[in-house]
């Protein structure tokens, strides 16, 4: 079945540094790849997404290439800052055999950015 | 426009006694469903609901059922709570249930069965 490995965490940087967070994936056919946040006490949300091969998403600073090849999904950002500390999660919605696509998630990474 | 809410937003429970988790949705969205978030796990899908009238099981079922009461309100039931489901649920929406659809959370209910 589908599945989704994430950098292991905890990750903790100084602000301005630069940030990369990897993602691979395992699936069949096409899945489109999301990265989603998770501030402290609050639900997820979407970071940004990418729906095929060599699409770029873009959001915050932040950025991921869907990449077929390699299928990997890596989140990246030039400068943190404070605020960014958070919990992200890669996920992938590929084929499922149910009616509705399903959302696979890795485990999360923990970042902690320093002032 | 509150997009996806949950109550609660706490709850303890001692093994064996049941509950119902609420969640609703504003955005008019067809597809609605149920996770479990825990440690180092990721989130795991229980049930979900591709439309009104209908309901699937996802990765972990057991010990759950749930209801999609309209269109609006889909709700988790635990008739027996166990140590085991401790973990915190959230409550999740989509417009079509589509592959390139964006899920949207609400924030959780963060349950502990001792």
């Known amino acids: 079945g589908d599945s989704v490995t994430q950098m292991e965490g905890p990750v903790t940087l100084s602000e301005e540094a630069f940030l990369t967070i990897n993602c691979t994936y395992t699936a069949t056919g096409y899945p489109s790849l999301f990265w989603y946040v998770q501030y402290p006490g609050e639900g997820l949300q979407l970071l940004l997404k990418?729906?095929?091969?060599?699409d770029k998403g873009s959001n915050k600073g932040f950025e991921a290439t869907y990449r077929k090849e390699t299928t990997s999904f890596h989140l990246e950002k030039g400068s943190v800052q404070v605020s960014d500390s958070a919990v992200y999660f890669c996920a992938l919605s590929g084929i499922s055999s149910g009616s509705a696509r399903q959302l696979t998630f890795g485990s999360g990474t923990q970042l902690t950015v320093l002032p | 426009n509150a997009g996806v809410t949950q109550t609660p937003k706490f709850q303890v429970l001692k093994t064996g006694q049941s509950m119902t988790l609420q969640c609703a949705q504003d955005m008019n969205h067809n597809s609605m469903y149920w996770y479990r978030q825990d440690p180092g796990m990721g989130l795991r899908l229980i049930y979900y609901s591709a439309s009104e009238g209908t309901t699937d099981k996802g990765e972990v079922p057991n010990g759950y059922n749930v209801s999609r009461l309209n269109k609006r309100e889909f709700s988790l039931r635990l008739e027996s709570a166990a140590p085991s489901q401790t973990s915190v649920y959230f409550c999740?929406?989509?417009?079509?249930?589509?592959?390139?659809?964006?899920?949207?959370f609400g924030p959780g209910t963060r349950l502990t069965v001792l």
């Open positions: 990418a729906t095929k091969a060599d």
């Open positions: 999740a929406s989509s417009e079509r249930g589509g592959r390139t659809d964006t899920q949207y």
